[in-house]
């Protein structure tokens, strides 16, 4: 518990930019957060009956943000994991193998979906452990070039293991099911992913909130100081790396039962990389606000050029060989807005939210927000 | 000349480093600057040298001026190349690097003519390091080491140079020898501005000198009178006609300031 | 035995070209702090344009590439990082990661899925030596990049520049004060990596690639754990982490039939495999220093 008390000392004398932010939206947040919940909570029910044609987009959505606030967990304490393509294909073929069947082409062990499903998360957070002899001892950027290394070795093992991956072709997931109720509608696999995704937001929040989450700010604002405070470094970036392959492990397996298909070579460092930039478009910092503004950016504009595209001059279809093609332009437009918002606000887009929120507050006279 | 007007810093844009430093610098002088850990000495040789900005620190208000030269304007290369040089505290030396190689990168502005000039002068005054020359700096004893930043220091050729604390770590012995150098370098008729906490050996030189206290000059005078003034002798030298130097002392120094 | 010699060979032609690739992500870890992920990006648009003026003249068209590279790094130096000073190490390497996706995306445009024949003279000559047939290509690339390496070090021990780049990287707080200019080292640093990895760039297009396509990136990123593996802080380190990957990776293609049971392209992972373990013994590589971990 002298952890907790030590760093909660510490935290106003570093006074770092997050931490001062915190402070200052604390008051009117607790308002807007209890709003937003019950807004969130409706806008979820509704969600089937409104989407249309949008509904796969937005499932997918909440299936990667749970990826994306894995990464955060990590990247909002200082650390860079590129690993995260192979956890999230660990975690959908772990869950692919342990509830599917025998067939010609794949093993199964044939478990419930449920339970394979808990498994799975389990695993992948057990195989992020066995590496943190590895990845508690790294800081920064050598966690990066370690992590780097897994994916390669990842999609390696991926191609190897073709009675578990299906191969070239990919594997079918089973559906998950309640008992008998087997959710095979997109709307009932929308409340699920929905479900489980709040569950993985509100525990990620939690976890921020801990000591846990202070020990990791800490670590982010210099692991000497953190250590100079009494925190066990080793551990909590330890326990950031579990928690962070086991979201990435859970969002392997909420892309697979959207998809209902998964192909091995999803996950190469192409995926590390669009996690990434989800998680810096929204800002790493915003744990799951960030993700969730991150990814449905990343996920919502390429969609929107590919059936608007014919309105933009410039486009060339969908799949042609020369020209901009609207996956190109999303691609282009994203790398260029992380280099532009790593100069600018390094707390993307949140954060610039933010900065906007703070100004308006500030033009009202308070006692609170004068100190700042 | 070099005149430091007001001068005032503050690191990270809280902490102030100086709160409005006069000082003077007659060409061709030995000047010194004493005060206790934190006063500010440091800060001013990083501002006369422009490096504050790498310390997170900045020029708040005042003005440093050497020969004409805007120095709170001058980026660091001009101002070497000008030959106003410092050696660092804690010698600063690249322990990695070779003896040679050390004094090579001292002389980095100069030509390879002057170069081998200076390196000769420098080897003159230090003939230990002549035999240790493709030995690695980081394997040289303290004072070793300090001969040699004073040394990389005089490859530049400088004519105003500044020594943050050479005394510092070495044994008495020792800081007799920094001190006979330093007095020769001066002598031979380079200006110079010696920082100091061991207040005889540089008051036992120096023209002029200054005291810096919590970021202000406390007190000034020529280096005789210093040596010989009551509040000097009670709290830098050791041999005070009271029993023991005393933290609150502030009052008495700021009051003091005009005697000079 | 002759098999085992011919792997050497090509063993260490491709470790050399690793090796010089490797160096490029040290020195400018070595002058910034940071890893930059762009470099195989630059990598492949160098050797892009070699590709385009190979039907002039090839060393011209290697020139011109290189001159390319170092344009666009001098570019993204002082726009990009330049204006990130300040910043963690780690916003700037994402900020290369970023830069990386641009680069590829319009590499990935230009090239689609072409392989554009890198017209090199060397084409497919076979050379003797003894009982050891090598195409004459792997004997150029192992040369050149010898005479490489061997020019960069004596820069890096003996010119000014690098007995300065040395003591800055060692000392950046003393080295401004013996008037070195660190933004000068970075622009140095990024020149320098653009024109090793366009050498390195040509090589590889002939072999192990028969040409530039998209994948040569790839390639490239195989040469980071040669970087990881030396101690991304040392130079000699990149080198030797450069031979050793390159090596290894050579032989356990040629004994691809005694691997079976690690999977097919094992090769290609090899490197990858090499780095985690060594990194789980020595966090800071063979020959670093300190830990890659900057503050």
């Known amino acids: 518990m002298s952890e907790l008390v030590d760093t909660r000392v510490a935290a106003p004398a570093v006074s770092t930019p997050g931490a001062r932010a915190a402070r200052r939206r604390l008051p009117p947040a607790t308002l807007l957060r209890g709003g937003g919940l019950v807004v969130a909570a409706i806008l979820v029910i509704i969600t089937p009956s409104i989407a249309g044609t949008w509904l796969p987009v937005v499932m997918n959505l909440a299936a990667f943000a749970v990826g994306v606030v894995g990464f955060n967990l990590l990247y909002s304490a200082g650390q860079l994991s590129l690993g995260h393509a192979f956890f999230m294909g660990l975690g959908g073929f772990s869950y692919a193998y342990l509830s599917g069947q025998n067939s010609a082409r794949t093993d199964g062990l044939g478990l419930d979906p449920l339970l394979a499903f808990v498994l799975s998360a389990l695993l992948v957070g057990l195989v992020g452990l066995a590496f943190s002899p590895l990845t508690s001892r790294l800081g920064g950027l050598s966690l990066a070039a370690a992590t780097l290394g897994l994916v390669f070795l990842g999609s390696h093992v991926f191609g190897m293991a073709e009675r578990v991956t299906g191969g070239t072709s990919g594997r079918v997931l089973e559906s998950m099911r309640f008992g008998q109720y087997e959710l095979y509608e997109a709307r009932d696999i929308w409340y699920f992913v929905a479900g489980v995704a709040a569950l993985a937001f509100a525990f990620a929040a939690l976890i921020s909130r801990s000591r846990v989450g202070l020990a990791l700010e800490a670590i982010r604002d210099g692991e000497h100081l953190a250590r100079g405070l009494g925190i066990n470094v080793r551990r909590y970036k330890a326990q950031a790396f579990f928690f962070s392959s086991v979201y990435a492990g859970v969002s392997g397996i909420l892309i697979g039962l959207v998809a209902g298909v998964l192909v091995k070579e999803s996950f190469t460092l192409y995926l590390t990389m669009n996690i990434l930039m989800m998680a810096i478009l929204g800002g790493a910092s915003a744990l799951v606000v960030g993700a969730v503004v991150g990814t449905a950016l990343f996920i919502v504009l390429p969609e929107l050029l590919r059936r608007y595209g014919d309105a933009i001059p410039l486009l060339a279809p969908e799949g042609s060989v020369t020209g901009l093609t609207p996956a190109a332009a999303a691609t282009y437009l994203f790398g260029a807005a992380i280099i532009l918002i790593l100069i600018v606000e390094p707390d993307g887009l949140t954060a610039l939210g933010r900065r906007a929120r703070i100004r308006i507050l500030r033009s009202r006279p308070r006692a609170d927000q004068s100190r700042s | 000349m070099l005149m430091v007007n007001g001068l005032k810093v503050t690191y990270a844009g809280v902490a102030e480093g100086l709160r409005g430093v006069d000082l003077t610098v007659e060409e061709g002088q030995l000047v010194t600057v004493l005060g206790s850990n934190g006063a500010g000495k440091t800060t001013l040789l990083r501002a006369i040298s422009n490096v504050l900005n790498a310390f997170n620190g900045v020029v708040t208000a005042g003005a440093i001026d050497w020969d004409g030269l805007n120095l709170v304007r001058t980026r660091a290369d001009r101002i070497v190349s000008r030959g106003l040089i410092q050696a660092p505290e804690g010698r600063g030396i690249f322990g990695g690097l070779t003896v040679e190689e050390n004094l090579r990168v001292g002389g980095f502005l100069r030509s390879r003519a002057e170069q081998r000039h200076q390196q000769k002068r420098v080897l003159d005054l230090f003939p230990d390091l002549s035999d240790r020359l493709r030995q690695h700096a980081g394997l040289l004893s303290g004072g070793q080491q300090q001969m040699l930043a004073i040394g990389r220091a005089l490859m530049a050729d400088p004519k105003l140079l500044l020594l943050d604390e050479p005394s510092l770590g070495l044994a008495p012995k020792l800081v007799d020898d920094v001190a006979a150098v330093v007095q020769q370098i001066n002598q031979a008729g380079t200006t110079v501005v010696l920082v100091e906490q061991n207040a005889s050996m540089a008051l036992s030189m120096a023209d002029y000198a200054y005291v810096l206290e919590n970021g202000r000059v406390s007190l000034h005078g020529p280096g005789a009178e210093l040596r010989d003034s009551d509040e000097v002798r009670r709290l830098y030298l050791g041999q005070g006609s009271d029993d023991e130097p005393d933290e609150d002392t502030d009052p008495v120094f700021v009051g003091n300031k005009e005697q000079s | 035995m002759a098999d085992l010699l011919q792997l050497l060979v090509s063993g260490l032609s491709l470790g050399a070209l690793y090796g010089l690739i490797a160096l490029g992500f040290v020195i400018v870890f070595k002058a910034t702090g940071i890893l930059n992920f762009s470099h195989g990006a630059m990598l492949l648009l160098g050797a892009y344009v070699v590709t385009r003026l190979a039907h002039v003249n090839f060393l011209l068209a290697v020139l011109a590439?290189?001159?390319?590279?170092?344009?666009?790094?001098?570019?993204?130096?002082?726009?990009?990082?330049?204006?990130?000073?300040?910043?963690?190490?780690?916003?700037?390497?994402?900020?290369?990661?970023?830069?990386?996706?641009?680069?590829?995306?319009?590499?990935?445009?230009?090239?689609?899925?072409?392989?554009?024949?890198?017209?090199?003279?060397?084409?497919?000559?076979?050379?003797?030596?003894?009982?050891?047939?090598?195409?004459?290509?792997?004997?150029?690339?192992?040369?050149?990049?010898?005479?490489?390496?061997?020019?960069?070090?004596?820069?890096?021990?003996?010119?000014?520049?690098?007995?300065?780049?040395?003591?800055?990287?060692?000392?950046?707080?003393?080295?401004?004060?013996?008037?070195?200019?660190?933004?000068?080292?970075?622009?140095?640093?990024?020149?320098?990596?653009?024109?090793?990895?366009?050498?390195?760039?040509?090589?590889?297009?002939?072999?192990?690639?028969?040409?530039?396509?998209?994948?040569?990136?790839?390639?490239a990123l195989r040469a980071f754990p040669a970087a990881v593996i030396g101690g991304l802080d040392s130079t000699h380190g990149a080198i030797v982490g450069g031979l050793m990957i390159g090596t290894a990776e050579i032989l356990a293609q040629g004994y691809q039939s005694h691997l079976e049971f690690l999977g097919g392209g094992f090769h290609e992972v090899l490197t990858y495999v090499l780095m985690v373990i060594v990194l789980w013994f020595k966090p800071a590589g063979l020959f670093g220093t300190q830990e890659v971990n900057r503050v």
């Not at chain 3, 780690?90 to 319009?106: E, Q």
């Not at chain 3, 084409?123 to 004997?139: E, K, N, Y």
């Open chain 3, 65 to 219: 590439g290189i001159a390319a590279a170092v344009a666009l790094n001098l570019l993204v130096e002082r726009v990009l990082v330049r204006s990130m000073a300040g910043r963690s190490a780690l916003a700037i390497t994402v900020m290369t990661i970023g830069l990386d996706v641009v680069l590829m995306t319009y590499a990935r445009g230009e090239i689609n899925t072409r392989v554009l024949p890198m017209g090199d003279p060397w084409g497919a000559t076979m050379v003797s030596i003894g009982a050891v047939d090598i195409p004459l290509s792997r004997l150029v690339a192992l040369v050149v990049s010898l005479v490489v390496v061997a020019a960069f070090f004596v820069w890096f021990k003996r010119s000014s520049w690098g007995v300065a780049f040395r003591a800055a990287t060692e000392r950046r707080d003393v080295a401004p004060l013996m008037g070195i200019r660190l933004n000068r080292l970075s622009v140095v640093a990024w020149v320098l990596a653009g024109v090793l990895a366009v050498i390195a760039g040509v090589f590889l297009a002939t072999f192990p690639s028969s040409g530039v396509n998209v994948d040569l990136s790839h390639v």
